[in-house]
């Protein structure tokens, strides 16, 4: 399942400027946000006292049918061992759209 998740999420980073970072292994990986990919900029101050614009992605997941768990500008993606290739290609979508709703909300408010 490594692989084909990977393939897919390194799609997103390539897609979306606001991605900063893919890493992982297994089914286990880490998406980074980022608002300055060349400095790594965290989307969102680790520690800080506000969330941002972070409830717009995981809002924006779940009305898509997936759960994904998080703290600040990092966000675990764990699907499960017996995902299909269908299901990783959906969730790769929702992911998109839910990324892109994100970048849109950081736009508007920065």
């Not at 980022?34 to 779940?62: A, H, I, N, Y």
């Amino acid at each position: 399942i490594e692989s084909r998740l990977r393939s897919h999420l390194l799609a997103l980073q390539a897609k979306h400027e606001i991605l900063g970072d893919v890493r992982g292994a297994g089914a286990f990986f880490a998406l980074e946000f980022v608002s300055d990919r060349e400095q790594r900029t965290p989307l969102v101050p680790w520690q800080g006292k506000s969330l941002g614009v972070m409830p717009t992605f995981f809002g924006s997941l779940r009305k898509r049918g997936v759960y994904a768990f998080g703290r600040y500008n990092i966000v675990h993606i764990a699907p499960p061992l017996v995902a299909t290739d269908e299901d990783l290609a959906e969730i790769a979508a929702a992911l998109d759209g839910a990324i892109a709703d994100l970048a849109d909300a950081w736009n508007k408010a920065y």
